[in-house]
């Protein structure tokens, strides 16, 4: 189970943090990601981690303002997303995805567990 937290309203130029807690699957063994999904359009992979944190993925449009982070012990995994823009405006899913690169679980948006989504509106 993938459980994020954190989402919000924000306007353009602020920041955002998402949290997202897992349990039930094994997160030493599984990359984990944000994919967002915005109204109309199809699901991205925005920023992925690989099980020991030593690769990451971003999707062009935010690197630099994007960083994901996770902590194996907690089973936690954060993004901390700054100098929003209003095409940031999404509903951000954690996922999860065993045996995969992070580029291209990123790339392909797949993954194996999904949580619920935590919506993110940036707009004046």
């Known amino acids: 189970q993938l459980v994020e937290s954190g989402g919000g309203w924000v306007q353009p130029g602020g920041s955002l943090n998402l949290s997202c807690a897992a349990s039930?699957?094994?997160?030493?063994?599984?990359?984990i990601g944000w994919f967002r999904q915005a109204p109309g359009k199809r699901r991205v992979g925005v920023a992925c981690i690989s099980s020991l944190a030593l690769t990451e993925y971003y999707r062009g449009s935010v690197k630099g303002r994007f960083t994901i982070s996770r902590d194996n012990a907690k089973k936690m995994v954060y993004l901390k997303m700054n100098s929003l823009k209003p095409e940031d405006t999404a509903l951000y899913y954690c996922?999860?995805?065993?045996?995969?690169?992070?580029?291209?679980?990123?790339?392909?948006?797949?993954?194996?567990?999904w949580g619920q989504g935590a919506p993110v509106l940036v707009s004046i």
């Open positions: 039930g699957i094994d997160v030493d063994e599984s990359a």
């Open positions: 996922v999860s995805q065993r045996g995969m690169s992070v580029r291209q679980m990123c790339a392909e948006s797949s993954a194996e567990y």
